[in-house]
């Protein structure tokens, strides 16, 4: 396999390195570009990703997915200081989709003063990762579950809805109360049954976190 | 295009070391194909050369452009974004579902200012900004290179997969620094991109908690690019007695990038990228050799900045270098806009760094300085500290420091840390601050 990068994922234990290759990156945007057409996410539409540079494992399948649909992507750091920066771009640009909202990000805009129902008005599909989905929720708004479990990206289909992996790349279980993740094709880096930081319930392909 | 051989110096030895006569009749042909299409396409570009009564066919030459062509700033961009309610500043130049991304600008300034980007269609023609200048570090295909960057300017990291490097990925965020200490031991990366005061800092206290040798841990490196603001005094020791061999880097006016190469005798701008000018400072009397940068994109089509005023105080040479290269060298000065006149003396933000990073419980050289006007009666500082240092005493060593400095006794509000790092990457807090 060619080596694309060396990313990280979330485990129990904090930070973990984590090995990439070209070959699961080309499958990745694939599955990225079906989940974005899910969520509405095509020709026309904006999408703003909020992540970090740790993370570009997980979000360069989804930025290339988007810019493989025809869809325009911004992006933003998923800090408290670039809550001016989200607020910047919601303002200007009309956005279909905000993905990898953290409660970092929220805590930014509270420090702006910025109500999150003014930031987010009129965006169909919010991505917001725990922590943040609760905050949101409790704000009106409804947004989607949006969570890394370990490598694996989970997005949900629906408001309420678990947060769900690729079937076909990923089998998630849980473990006690943790998430363990499975890869079911081959990558750099071999996932069977890895421990990640997420605690929540599985269903099926989905999770629904515990905060 | 293809990758040279290993042991080539340059990367793309033909266009690195043009001869200038070659250097000014490309940018020529590239310039005066750029500006019809600015002026037709850039509803910003062409306001303003209406309003100043020129016309493209006025432009048959770099002199008739260095002559007639009226200046553009990010100011003129805001004010048309907010006036138009144009999103991009009247910058776009193509249909606005064409576009690839939109991105940002840093928004050290102010708030930031759209980007928009066409990917593989409004790009350089030829490798440039990156790929040359850590081909010129001494980078090479296969090996590993840490980026310690932010995710807003978009995937940086294709462009060391371009190179063939293997990138791995940090946030640029001191605490990142244990892992980039254990990963750099771990692949031993040839380059890193990029780094700043903090995360030396930060490095300094990892290495020191967890007992590694920094000197190991950038043993592998042959080039360490720090950029957004100049490397305090104290952070560059330690990477000096580290053994690790620093490069600066900096932007050109929103429209290009400048590096140092191995002589560090200035920072290169690739010529083919931008046509850079150099204009006398309004307010600064006889300002010597201290110019205000104006920079022109000659290959970016999306959103094409020309005659771009940026704000950057520098002092630049058309002199070939000592590696080679006969593109232009920069010496980055200061910003206009971060200068305070206190008691008849200029003061720019490096003048107060040595002062307070020499106070232990602010060796992280976090400070603002508080400018209400240009001129000011006192020097405020907002000075970050660590740890549960007495406040008095840090205030009165601070405060010390700077008159030693400076000579002017400034007013010091004292802040943890934290709170400084909030307002933004730790490499780019603003330095200057209204209040």
Redesign the interface.
């Known amino acids: 396999m060619t080596p694309w990068g060396v990313g990280s994922y979330e485990g129990p234990g904090g930070r973990e390195p984590w090995e990439i290759s070209h070959e699961e990156i080309q499958r990745d945007m694939g599955t990225a570009s079906k989940t974005l057409a899910e969520l509405g996410v095509g020709p026309g539409q904006r999408v703003l990703f909020c992540s970090m540079l740790s993370e570009a494992g997980q979000f360069w399948p989804l930025i290339v997915g988007a810019m493989l649909s025809g869809a325009q992507l911004s992006c933003a750091d998923a800090t408290e200081s670039e809550a001016v920066r989200v607020a910047m771009f919601t303002r200007l640009i009309e956005y279909r989709a905000v993905l990898g909202v953290t409660p970092a990000i929220l805590d930014g805009l509270d420090a702006l003063g910025h109500p999150y129902a003014d930031v987010f008005a009129g965006i169909e599909v919010i991505g917001a990762r725990p922590g943040a989905y609760e905050r949101l929720r409790a704000a009106g708004l409804s947004p989607r579950r949006f969570v890394l479990c370990g490598p694996a990206v989970a997005i949900a289909d629906a408001p309420d809805a678990p947060a769900l992996v690729s079937a076909s790349e990923w089998e998630i279980a849980g473990d006690g109360d943790r998430v363990v993740v499975t890869g079911r094709r081959e990558r750099a880096t071999t996932f069977e049954r890895t421990h990640t930081a997420v605690r929540g319930d599985v269903v099926g392909n989905g999770v629904v976190w515990r905060t | 295009m293809n990758l040279p051989p290993v042991d080539s110096v340059f990367y793309d030895t033909e266009y690195e070391t043009m001869p200038r006569d070659e250097i000014t009749q490309l940018q020529e042909e590239l310039l005066l194909e750029m500006i019809p299409h600015a002026y037709e396409h850039s509803a910003l570009v062409h306001e303003t050369w209406e309003n100043a009564g020129v016309h493209p066919r006025d432009i048959r030459s770099i002199d008739d452009f260095v002559e007639r062509a009226p200046f553009i700033d990010k100011n003129a961009l805001r004010r048309f ?1 907010d006036e138009r309610g144009d ?1 991009y500043g009247g910058t776009n130049t193509v249909p606005p ?1 064409e ?6 600008t840093s ?1 050290t300034t102010g ?2 200012t ?1 980007v928009p980007e066409k ?1 593989g269609g409004g790009g350089p023609r030829r490798p440039a900004i990156i790929t040359r200048d850590f081909w010129g570090m001494g980078v090479r295909p296969g090996d ?1 290179v840490a ?9 940086t ?1 294709g462009l060391f ?1 371009g190179l063939g490097t ?8 001191p605490d ?1 620094m244990q ?1 980039f200490c254990e ?1 750099s031991l ?2 031993r990366p040839t380059g890193l991109y990029n780094f700043g005061s903090v995360l030396i800092n930060a490095v300094r206290e990892v290495c020191d908690a967890r007992g590694y040798d920094p000197r190991d841990v950038f043993s592998s490196y042959k080039g360490v690019v720090f950029a957004g603001e100049p490397l305090s005094p104290r952070a560059r020791r330690l990477a000096e007695e580290w053994g690790v061999e620093l490069y600066e880097h900096c932007g050109v006016g929103d429209v290009t990038a400048s590096f140092e190469c191995g002589e560090h005798d200035g920072l290169h701008i690739w010529e083919d990228t931008a046509f850079v000018e150099e204009i006398e400072l309004a307010d600064a009397g006889d300002g010597g050799d201290r110019k205000e940068l104006v920079a022109t994109a000659l290959v970016n089509r999306t959103a094409p900045l020309i005659r771009y005023r940026s704000d950057d105080i520098v002092r630049v040479s058309r002199d070939i270098c000592a590696c080679g290269r006969t593109h232009m060298r920069m010496w980055p000065i200061g910003r206009k806009g971060d200068e305070v006149v206190v008691q008849g003396k200029t003061i720019l933000p490096i003048d107060v760094w040595t002062a307070v990073e020499s106070v232990d419980a602010c060796a992280m050289g976090l400070f603002q300085v508080i400018r209400t006007g240009r001129e000011v009666d006192r020097l405020r500082l907002r000075v970050g500290y660590a740890g549960k240092a007495n406040e008095a005493s840090v205030r009165d060593d601070v405060g010390a420091a700077v008159l030693v400095e400076t000579g002017v006794e400034p007013e010091i509000e004292l802040v943890p840390n934290a709170a400084l790092l ?4 730790p490499h780019k807090i603003p330095r200057v601050a209204k209040s």
Not at chain 2, 166 to 173: E, H, K, T, V
Not at chain 2, 422 to 425: E, I, S, V, Y
Request: cysteine-free; proline content about 12%; aromatic content about 16%.
């Open positions: 974004r999103p579902d576009l690839t991304a939109i991105m940002s928004g708030d930031p759209l990917w590993h980026l310690v960057l932010f995710t807003f300017r978009g995937p990291y997969q293997i990138p791995i990925l940090f946030d640029f965020d990142e892992r990963l771990r692949y909030k307002l933004g990457p």
